[in-house]
């Protein structure tokens, strides 16, 4: 056995676990983190930029650090002496700004020990074995976290030739005639940036967006809502979990002012589908489920998991229950984790798998 | 955050755990039980608001809900305080309800999330610690319901019909009077804690006479035909309500209460004192003089004096001979919504200040006035010999 975890993945979900485990006592050279790029933002940050993001749609516990308090609220109020963070906060209305995230993940990255622990190697294979998973030829490790990330942008097929189509996550300019394809988040925000430009917008859309904070509905963020989720048969998580898949974005005069104002002046349209707009952008997130992602797809052909529609059937505490036992665990965090935890692929949902992952750590540590 | 059922009880058994450990010590400090007994009433509310409403109302709980949640809260537990005739003084007691809500909320919001990572996704349950409190709850009350018991003072109850005095009270107890119940010859106590409640009190020298001791409660006491004072407290602490004090003879005096100034403050509430040369009197002493009714004295209707400190409110002081409301010898004197009606002048007695006068402050001493009104008193308000008055 080499070290006791592994952890496969070097995004916000790998780097969320990673810190939970040093919180724990868990000590870098205890911990093998894998991925081709150290910085646990490397991902993210592009996405963030493309979509000219300023804000976090996370609130209060949307960073990274293992606790919940203090967050970045209590923080900033204490930076700037005002308690104006901690009333948005109460309020549920504390949203940092991006560069406040970014500059959260980049201190708490420095002084974590991350680098010490991060291999650079794009991981093939993880593949049980006695008491443990060997993981390429790298070794064999007792625990196994798995946070391959979104296994690529989603693109129509019927956009995926055209030459005017653009990615939201990909870096764009806007032309004089956009159609923004989708209705979630990252399609709200283009919206508001083409407008911004001075472009003329057509949103295209199959049916209209939900409008919550929050990805998922709050009671589902906690035990409360859980319990009755973990409970419910395989059809009817899988039926959930494409409803709560379906387009959303917040509520709040910030969204629903500029677009009013640009659909008065005939700037802002909805559309079924794209017409001879000069720019098409595909504000529709990321190809979903395990087939996509290889590490996973071999998993689950290697040891022939149990899956349901694009999932992987994970026990409560996000781990795959064939392959965990009493001296060794192998779980999944972010999107992959849904099947667990709705907002898996949230901050919070990410600190949810990584304290279980914690606990089964701790309970079973490598002699 | 959404609580569950559990998290909520959880949550706040250990919310009110300080509070309630604080309770216990202000109770031993100021030897009394209302803390306690308003902590449980917090809690009682508290759990069964968590039970009944929050629970089934609530799915998820905003921050900001703290604020309109612990002002239910609040009047659940003045209710149960009512209801169950709970003596805790107000103002204390509702900073000891915002205190404790602040506690609450600190420890829920940044104390628990700190000490379990798993606070809020747990729906605010704390784990083996939360199990704990279940089985440590029930016995702490106990434990508080025990010493209660242990410690509360005997209750004596006097049978309607005529008893001899003078009753002498020495030790603490409850001395509680069924319908007709009359004490001849007086009561005298000079135990701490001791309460006397529905007594009809006749003859004696004094009425009732208290000395030496501190928490002394008269409830609803009626004293008359006392050949000296009505009520005679010295170096005591004692709170007098709802009494009727009725004096004849020229000598007598209501209430009297002295040589206590550094003792816990006196309360003379809503009494009828009539008759007497004075009605209420305090000699160097902290008294709270309010809503009494004063009536047919013969010397002064309310008086604070000898370097006493004392609020004189809503009172209503009618047909004294002389003064109406008198703070005297380098005493100060809060004197406040007070109706001072027909004050005769002392013709008599040749003195100049006692010419119906309604409000004297006298001999150095300091009065502040406001909102007193005044019928029939010719001699107005008035200040002397280095005596000042302030009208706010």
């Known amino acids: ?367 | 955050m959404s609580y569950t059922l559990r998290g909520r009880l959880e949550s706040r058994l250990a919310a009110v755990t300080i509070p309630f450990l604080a309770a216990c010590v202000i109770a031993l400090v100021i030897k009394a039980w209302w803390p306690v007994e308003l902590a449980g009433a917090m809690l009682g509310a508290g759990l069964a608001l968590d039970l009944v409403v929050y629970h089934r109302s609530l799915p998820y709980q905003p921050g900001w809900a703290a604020v309109p949640l612990g002002v239910l809260e609040l009047c659940v537990t003045m209710g149960i305080v009512l209801l169950l005739g709970i003596d805790a003084p107000l103002r204390p007691a509702l900073w000891f309800f915002v205190g404790s809500w602040l506690v609450a909320q600190v420890l829920a919001h940044a104390a628990f999330p700190l000490a379990r990572l798993t606070y809020a996704e747990d729906g605010g349950e704390l784990g083996l610690a939360g199990k704990g409190l279940f089985l440590v709850a029930p016995c702490a009350v106990l434990v508080v319901l025990g010493t209660a018991a242990a410690t509360q003072p005997p209750t004596i109850v006097l049978e309607p019909g005529i008893h001899a005095g003078p009753l002498v009270l020495d030790h603490s107890q409850k001395l509680l009077g069924e319908p007709g119940a009359v004490v001849r010859g007086g009561i005298v106590i000079t135990a701490d804690d001791v309460v006397v409640r529905d007594i009809a009190v006749e003859g004696g020298e004094y009425g009732i006479e208290i000395e030496g001791a501190e928490n002394v409660l008269l409830d609803h006491v009626a004293v008359s035909g006392a050949s000296m004072d009505g009520i005679h407290a010295r170096r005591s602490s004692v709170t007098i309500r709802d009494c009727s004090v009725r004096m004849e003879g020229e000598y007598t005096q209501g209430i009297d209460i002295g040589f206590a100034f550094d003792l816990p403050s006196s309360r003379v509430s809503e009494c009828t004192v009539t008759g007497g040369r004075e009605g209420i009197v305090s000699h160097m002493a902290h008294v709270d003089f309010r809503e009494n009714h004063v009536s047919d004295t013969t010397m002064r209707g309310i008086a604070v004096t000898e370097m006493s400190m004392g609020e004189v409110t809503r009172n209503d002081v009618e047909n004294a001979l002389g003064i109406g409301v008198y703070c005297g010898d380098y005493s100060h004197c809060e004197i406040a919504d007070n109706w001072i009606r027909t004050i005769r002048p002392d013709l008599a007695s040749g003195d100049r200040l006692r010419h119906g006068l309604a409000v004297l402050s006298h001999f150095y001493a300091k009065a502040r006035i406001d909102n007193n009104g005044v019928v029939d008193s010719p001699g107005g308000i008035r200040a002397a010999v280095g005596a000042t008055i302030e009208v706010r």
């Open chain 1, 1 to 367: 056995m080499d070290r006791s975890c592994a952890i496969v993945g070097g995004g916000l979900a790998s780097f969320v676990v990673y810190v939970t485990l040093r919180h724990g006592g868990i000590e870098p050279g205890e911990i093998a983190v894998f991925d081709t790029d150290p910085d646990p933002v490397s991902a993210w940050r592009p996405r963030a930029e493309a979509i000219r993001q300023r804000r976090m749609r996370s609130e209060s516990d949307g960073h990274c650090y293992p606790r919940s308090f203090p967050g970045l609220a209590p923080r900033e109020a204490l930076r700037r002496r005002s308690p104006a963070p901690l009333v948005q906060t109460v309020c549920n209305r504390y949203r940092p700004t991006v560069p406040e995230f970014l500059q959260h993940v980049e201190e708490l990255r420095d002084g974590s020990g991350w680098d010490e622990s991060f291999s650079r190697r794009r991981v093939g294979r993880v593949k049980a074995a006695e008491r443990g998973f060997e993981i390429d030829d790298a070794g064999s490790f007792r625990h196994v976290l798995l946070a391959p990330g979104h296994p690529g942008l989603s693109v129509p097929d019927e956009l995926g030739a055209d030459p005017r189509t653009v990615h939201a996550y990909e870096p764009h300019h806007y032309e004089d005639r956009v159609a923004v394809v989708g209705a979630g988040m990252a399609a709200a925000t283009e919206w508001l940036n083409a407008l911004a430009a001075g472009a003329e917008v057509v949103s295209v859309r199959r049916r209209e967006p939900s409008r919550r904070p929050l990805n998922v509905p709050r009671p589902l963020f906690s035990k409360a809502g859980l319990a009755a989720f973990q409970a419910s048969e395989n059809e009817d998580r899988v039926a959930l979990l494409a409803r709560l898949g379906e387009p959303s974005y917040p509520p709040g005069r910030e969204w629903d002012e500029p677009l009013e104002q640009a659909r008065r002046e005939g700037r802002f349209r909805v559309a079924e589908s794209v017409d001879g707009e000069a720019q098409v952008i595909c504000a529709t997130g990321f190809r979903r489920g395990f087939a996509h992602d290889p590490l996973l797809r071999g998993l689950v052909a290697e040891h022939g998991l149990a899956t349901e529609g694009r999932w992987i059937v994970l026990a409560r505490d996000g781990t795959i229950p064939a392959l965990t036992d009493d001296v060794r665990t192998i779980a999944l965090a972010g999107a992959p984790a849904q099947w667990t935890y709705p907002a898996a692929d949230t901050l919070v949902g990410m600190k949810y798998i990584a304290r279980r992952f914690l606990r089964r750590v701790k309970a079973c540590r490598t002699p």
